[in-house]
Structures are given as C-alpha cells and as structure tokens.
C-alpha cells in the first residue's frame, strides 16, 4: 500500500520543450518569434523558453507592464506553450567581480556599460521586470543565474582570508533578497542555474546561499546535469536531496574525458579540446533514464526543456534530435502497481493473523 500511495503523487513531466536562445539569429526562420516557432513545432517541440533579454522575441518591459502585450506574445506562437522567461544574463548582472567588468558589460544596456553600480541596479530592475512578465504569462518560475563575487577565489590559493566566503554569500544574497522578496509576492520562483563561473554553482554552494537568505522559498533549482558531469558530481543522487527545490529543468548532455594532459580544470584549451565539453543529447555520458525515473518520481511538475550546446554537431542537427530523444524518456505515469494482478485486497483480521497477533 505505501508502494501505491507513492504512485499517486508522481507527476508527468511535460515536453518536449525547446530554449530558444542558443537558436536565434537575424537570419529567416530565427529572427522572429513567429517563424522560429513554426520551425521547432515542425521538429515537434510543445513548449518554448523565451530568452528575456533578447528584443527579437520579446520586450520584457512592455511585457511586465502589459498582460495584453503577454497574450499577443502568447498568441504569435503557433500553438505552442511559453515555458519559461529565462533571465540568465540579468542574474549574472545582479552581482559581478571586477575582474569580468569589461567581459559582461556586453550583457547589458549601452547607458550602465562601464558604470558597475549602475549596472547592478539595471540588472536588478530588469529582473523585476521578468518577475512581473512571467506573473503576467501565468508562469511561476524564471530560470536565472546568480552572478559571483567568490568565482575568481574558488581554488583555495593564495590561502583565502577567513570570513572572506561568509562576506562574499552574504552580499549575494543582499543583492539577491529584494529580488526574492518581490518573486514571493508575484508566486514566481529564481530557478538558478548551477553552473561554473557563478557562485551558486553545486549543491554545497547553492546551500550556502539559501542559509545566507534565511532559507528563502522563492530560492530554487534548474536543474542542468551537463554541469555536473564536467565536475564529476553524483547528479542523480543530487535530485533525491534537491528535489523540493528543482523547479525548472534543462535537459543538456556532456562528457568528461580526462587525460594525461587535462582533466576537471581543462587548461586554457577550446571546447573541442577539454576533457569536459557539452554535447547534443544522446552523444554525451549523461544518464536520463535515471534523471527522469527520479525526476517523475520526485514529483517534478515542469518541463523538460532542451538547451542545446555542442562543439562538434550542428545546431540544426541538435534540435531537430532533440524532440524524439525528450519525448522518448517522457514517463507515462502508472495508473496501477504493476504487482495489483497479485492483491489480495485489504483484511485487519487476516493481517493480525499473518501477523501472529490475535
């Protein structure tokens, strides 16, 4: 009976659904969101991740200011479902190390460039901005980044300063807290994407910025396991721990194929070179017939959503594999106990007296 009573809280993952970002371009049938969504419905996608900043498909101000505007960014879709509005570069904005100054300027609007301060405060007002669009699309997640201040200082030498990793989490989440807070008053969830490069990276940093946040609910999880395939973490026993807070998911291969000359750290070498590198779904070494048996069984409630990065296979190649290779790891959600055939209903006295008791 327990074993049924866990059947009925699994829940059927959506998909497939398609990120759109790594896809756009100003050239037909990537430079409108018409066009590019008659193209992935085509390759048989069901949903599609908006990437907030790019102005080719979406005005996040207008789109925070006007539900109507929402509905016809709805209705140019071709039938197919708004996901996500993802916010990875404005996340990454919200707290930034001097060293990648010049690097992410490019991330932002011409008038903040050059001006640090004045970018933190753009980035954080277009994640609000992403906050009031999503409430308007009827969304309650954005897939974000956190942005570091601790990156450049993660190998421990020079020996770091004591007290130097607590200041750093404490003002991420300083930064981070009026963010969340207005989240929380619009039901939408920060799904930060645990990626090299942020602060929030694996599942030890991502805990110590959710202490440093006072546990805040609004604190959430993408869950990407191509990230963790290049750190050599334990990704499908990372969803049984996280599971409660994994509300969004990026379904993207990798390998990791170290050397004699390279391993987890990769050199300085392009990505055809690293030990770890990203590739098209079903040609990495990730597991996702274990990732989506324990998702499904975690109850996981989103969309299993494509980000497609290689270095060896062409996009196109990518994400027309894509949709076939999610739909076929979408699990149907049993109905029945496979063992009910075997029942023999339920009887108290029967079972004090196979019990032994009277």
């Known amino acids: 009976m327990a074993f049924q009573a866990t059947l009925l809280v699994m829940a059927q993952i959506k998909g497939p659904a398609i990120f759109l970002a790594q896809f756009l371009a100003d050239t037909a049938p990537y430079n409108s969101l ?6 992935v419905k085509s390759l048989g996608y069901l949903g599609v991740q908006i990437p907030s900043w790019d102005g080719r498909v979406i005005d996040i101000k207008q789109a925070a200011e006007s539900k109507a505007y929402c509905d016809d960014i709805q209705a140019q ?18 707290a930034s190390h001097p060293a990648y100054d010049e690097l992410f300027d490019g991330f932002a609007a011409p008038e903040v460039r050059g001006n640090p301060a004045a970018r933190a405060e753009w980035a ?15 969304l309650t997640v954005t897939p974000s980044f956190s942005g570091a201040l601790l990156w450049p200082f993660l190998y421990p030498w020079p020996q770091r300063p004591a007290g130097i990793v607590e200041e750093g989490f404490a003002e991420l989440a300083r930064r981070w807290m009026p963010i969340l807070n207005f989240a929380d ?16 990276h694996d599942g030890a940093s991502f805990e110590q910025f959710l202490e440093a946040t006072g546990n805040h609910s609004r604190v959430a999880i993408n869950y990407d396991p191509s990230h963790f395939i290049l750190q050599c973490l334990d990704y499908v026993s990372f ?21 004699g000359k390279s391993g987890v750290y990769g050199a300085y070498l392009g990505w055809k070179d690293r030990p770890g590198r990203f590739r098209s779904l079903g040609d990495g070494q990730v597991d996702f017939t274990q990732i989506f048996s324990r998702m499904t069984a975690a109850g996981y409630k989103g969309w299993a959503v494509i980000e497609w ?16 290779f999610i739909a076929k790891h979408l699990i149907e959600v049993p109905t029945r106990a496979f063992d009910d055939f075997a029942g023999a209903g339920s009887d108290t006295a029967r079972n004090r007296r196979v019990l032994g008791l009277k």
């Open 124 to 138: 954080v007002q277009q994640m609000k901005y992403v906050i009031q669009a999503s409430a308007n699309f009827g």
């Open 34 to 39: 018409p066009a590019i969504t008659a193209w």
């Open 185 to 200: 008053q619009h039901n939408v969830d920060i799904a930060y994407e645990l990626h090299p490069g942020e602060d929030l």
């Open 309 to 324: 990065e290689c270095c060896f296979k062409d996009s196109v190649q990518g994400a027309t594999e894509g949709a076939p």
């Open 77 to 94: 879709t071709n039938g197919l479902a708004v996901t996500e509005l993802a916010s990875h570069l404005q996340g990454q904005l919200v």
């Open 239 to 259: 969803i049984d721990i996280y599971a409660s807070r994994i509300k969004a998911f990026h379904v993207k291969d990798a390998e990791f194929r170290p050397n």
